[in-house]
């Protein structure tokens, strides 16, 4: 009987213990929920996946190019973006999201944990930082290698980049689906699980359409380059990717857009676990338990019951 009461109710008291510095730590793991809805702040948003998405393509394109030009192995210039967009969700996922994509806004918008409203902008600034990154790899080393385009491998026709595109695609906006913070990807598991997909799809099946999985990555080079012919693959292969992910996560989870979905991604496993970050997820989206603000870390915690360190309960 103890053993079953230890699994479907914790002994921990999740919900009792929010002082300001578990607060703080809650704002890392599930983002900033009113700065993520504040209007005022789009700007900052869109400044986020512009930085993002240059890195991303900076990286990914630029290691086009190296490789390309024998300098580095295929297996560096794959897993490269995967270690980039870790290290990207980490710094700033919890700012815009970490989207970097435009089928990842549009599969986060049917799931209905995006507005519409902010999908052309999101979209919009993806392309420029994809853009800005080309042409700063055109500064650096001129117009060779078509500045990294992904194009059909040696031997591959478009009609065979279009199908690796869809399967690939599908699978990492299921990951990303599945590790995001409703539309926040954000966190230590969602960069260790988008970031670790990239670099696994790209070492098997880079030499067959050069695994994008995104036509921000690929816009850049094509406009840049001035290479369009087979551009119009990655971008019906990456969105028909997304679309047959949400309908995955839709038979794997039901609908979005619930307040559940902002825990999807903290990684409890356990069911009394689970329950508590539930509970957690619905006080932050009804704004009972703010992640923001509030006085400093040393400020006393108001009515959380949490005792300051060394304070032991007697008896």
């Keep these: 009987m103890m053993a079953d009461r230890r699994v479907g109710e914790p002994e921990v008291p999740v919900l009792g213990l929010l002082g300001p510095r578990t607060r703080q730590l809650l704002a890392l793991e599930f983002g900033s929920r009113a700065e993520f809805n504040d209007p005022r702040l789009a700007w900052r948003r869109w400044f986020a996946e512009t930085l993002g998405t240059f890195m991303l393509v900076l990286v990914a394109a630029g290691g086009g190019i190296l490789h390309g030009q024998g300098q580095i192995s295929l297996s560096a210039a794959v897993v490269a973006p995967g270690l980039m967009l870790m290290a990207i969700i980490l710094f700033m996922g919890a700012v815009s999201g970490a989207h970097l994509n435009p089928g990842v806004s ?11 409203k902010r999908l052309p902008g999101y979209v919009l600034f993806q392309l420029v930082g994809a853009t800005l990154a080309c042409l700063f790899l055109e500064a650096v080393f001129g117009n060779i290698q078509h500045l990294g385009a992904t194009l059909p491998g040696p031997g591959y026709a478009n009609w065979q980049a279009l199908l690796m595109e869809i ?10 689906l599945g590790t995001a913070s409703a539309a926040q990807n954000v966190g230590a598991i969602a960069a260790l699980g988008v970031g670790g997909y990239i670099a696994l799809a790209g070492l098997w099946s880079a030499p067959v359409s050069g ?6 990555r690929s816009f850049g080079p094509a406009l840049v380059s001035g290479d369009w012919s087979s551009y119009w693959v990655y971008v019906v292969g990456p969105l028909t990717g997304a679309l047959i992910a949400v309908g995955f996560a839709f038979v794997l989870r039901g609908r979005g857009g619930d307040p559940i979905s902002y825990a999807a991604g903290s990684g409890a496993l356990d069911p009394g676990a689970l329950k508590a970050r539930q509970r957690l997820a619905q006080l932050i989206e009804s704004g009972e338990l703010p992640l923001s603000g509030g006085g400093g870390e040393d400020a006393p915690p108001a009515s959380t019951g949490e005792r300051p360190p060394g304070d032991t309960p007697s008896g």
């Design 106 to 116: 549009l599969a986060f918008a049917m799931r209905r944990d995006f507005p519409w």
């Design 211 to 216: 695994a994008s999985m995104n036509p921000a």
């Design 167 to 176: 399967a690939l695609t599908a699978g990492l906006v299921s990951v990303i």
